[in-house]
T-cell receptor, first 113, second 114 residues
Framework: KNQVEQSPQSLIILEGKNCTLQ??????????LRWYKQDTGRGPVSLTIMTFSENTKSNGRYTATLDADTKQSSLHITASQLSDSASYICVVSAWGGGNKLTFGTGTQLKVEL | DVKVTQSSRYLVKRTGEKVFLECVQDMDHENMFWYRQDPGLGLRLIYFSYDVKMKEKGDIPEGYSVSREKKERFSLILESASTNQTSMYLC?????????????FGQGTRLTVV
């Protein structure tokens, strides 16, 4: 069964600090992995996509990494801002089976002053 | 901008009522999805559709049905609402094909069944 596990479940950091969120997956055959940001009361919005051949990708203060061998991804947030407070969801897509996605349960990040 | 619009942000319904959740997308996407999101469980797929009048069951279809009469509209129907269907419902759409496609989500509908 395809699964995506994220850690930690929740995280509180001070504004300006960095943090790293983790995602482990057992989705096969792997197609791509996306990190989504979901603000409270809103739908998820894609931050970045990682394909099999990519090791790292940045989107502003967000940097995602992918290790396809160990089936792990991380999302690093640099110089956090209050607006980074949200749930971050790791989503993995498998080849075949249409566009069915396997979602992690998310990491709830809170950035405080 | 891609836009996926869900008809209601908040709904309160009584047990046993028939409930319609509407979703419209303006990107001419073939694929549309309905998910529910519960704390600690993440997003779970209820139904999806690849084309007009086409539907397939997701992981948790029991107690739900869907309708896709037009390409831009995908409706989720709770035939007889129950309290365990209290949840956040998210609609999404994506272009066709496998691989590097992004799902675009609506704002969500928070449904409470009392």
């Amino acid at each position: 069964k395809n699964q995506v596990e994220q850690s930690p479940q929740s995280l509180i950091i001070l504004e300006g600090k960095n943090c790293t969120l983790q995602c482990n997956y057992t989705v096969s055959p792997f197609s791509n992995l996306r990190w989504y940001k979901q603000d409270t009361g809103r739908g998820p919005v894609s931050l970045t996509i990682m394909t099999f051949s990519e090791n790292t990708k940045s989107n502003g203060r967000y940097t995602a990494t992918l290790d396809a061998d160990t089936k792990q991804s991380s999302l690093h947030i640099t110089a956090s801002q209050l607006s980074d407070s949200a749930s971050y969801i790791c989503v993995v897509s498998a080849w075949g089976g249409g566009n069915k996605l396997t979602f992690g349960t998310g990491t709830q990040l809170k950035v405080e002053l | 901008d891609v836009k996926v619009t869900q008809s209601s942000r908040y709904l309160v319904k009584r047990t046993g009522e028939k409930v319609f959740l509407e979703c419209v997308q303006d990107m001419d996407h073939e694929n549309m999805f309905w998910y529910r999101q519960d704390p600690g469980l993440g997003l779970r797929l209820i139904y999806f559709s690849y084309d007009v009048k086409m539907k397939e069951k997701g992981d948790i279809p029991e107690g739900y049905s869907v309708s896709r009469e037009k390409k831009e509209r995908f409706s989720l129907i709770l035939e007889s609402a129950s309290t365990n269907q209290t949840s956040m419902y998210l609609c999404a759409s994506s272009p066709p094909g496998v691989g590097n496609t992004e799902a675009f989500f609506g704002q969500g509908t928070r449904l409470t069944v009392v």
